[in-house]
T-cell receptor
């Protein structure tokens, strides 16, 4: 069973540009979550999608957006890039959406390392 | 104060040593994850716990819900265990949103 696939693995962009990152979850998984990892802030939750709907959103500005397609693949977009957006962006998939009584294991991709210059 | 605190931040051990990494959290949780991140960046989920203890090979994870504390133990450590170990908690009503500890950077020397 293929794991979570993120593309591209590495990306260099200029300030002010926009970027789109892609995540293909494990086959059969319908929940995709995105995380940002920086040396200063560590890992932080960006948003979660399940069945093409955003279920949760972390504390990030509106420049960060995402979407999920009917095949569960997800994309995240960052517009008007800033130097501080340089980070490793990780995607995780799971089979079920998070709910109070359900504990689902999440599987992570290798990440996309974005450098903004 | 962060909701999830890990200790130590950095740990150097000799091959064969028994290693313990600690995680304390301040919120109600439905589950706690231990994650391993290698230098390339990819994250592997080691354990997901909501109570008690789990063991996988040389790795053991325990959680005490009353004390809001979890530990990750590595027995007979090996240089290939060198990585960053991250504790992450899922809140009571947080969807799949995880809150992460700062990580423990482990180096095991031969």
């Amino acid at each position: 069973k293929a794991g979570v696939t993120q593309t591209p693995r590495y990306l260099i962009k200029t300030r002010g540009q926009q970027v789109t990152l892609s995540c293909s979850p494990i086959s059969g998984h319908r929940s995709v979550s995105w995380y940002q990892q920086t040396p200063g802030q560590g890992l932080q939750f960006l948003f979660e999608y399940f069945s093409e709907t955003q279920r949760n959103k972390g504390n990030f500005p509106g420049r960060f957006s995402g979407r999920q397609f009917s095949n569960s693949r997800s994309e995240m977009n960052v517009s008007t890039l800033e130097l501080g957006d340089s980070a490793l962006y990780l995607c995780a998939s799971s089979s079920k959406p998070g709910q109070v009584s359900m504990n689902t294991e999440a599987f992570f991709g290798q990440g996309t390392r974005l450098t903004v210059v | 104060k962060n909701e999830v605190e890990q200790s130590p931040q950095n740990l150097t051990a000799q091959e064969g040593e028994f290693i313990t990494i600690n995680c304390s959290y301040s919120v109600g949780i439905s589950a706690l994850h231990w994650l391993q991140q290698h230098p390339g960046g990819g994250i592997v989920s080691l354990f997901m716990l909501s109570s008690g203890k789990k063991k996988h090979g040389r790795l053991i994870a325990t959680i005490n819900i009353q004390e809001k504390h979890s530990s990750l133990h590595i027995t007979a450590s090996h240089p290939r265990d060198s990585a960053v170990y991250i504790c992450a908690v899922k809140g009571d009503n947080a969807g799949n949103m995880l809150t992460f500890g700062g990580g423990t950077r482990l180096m095991v020397k031969p």
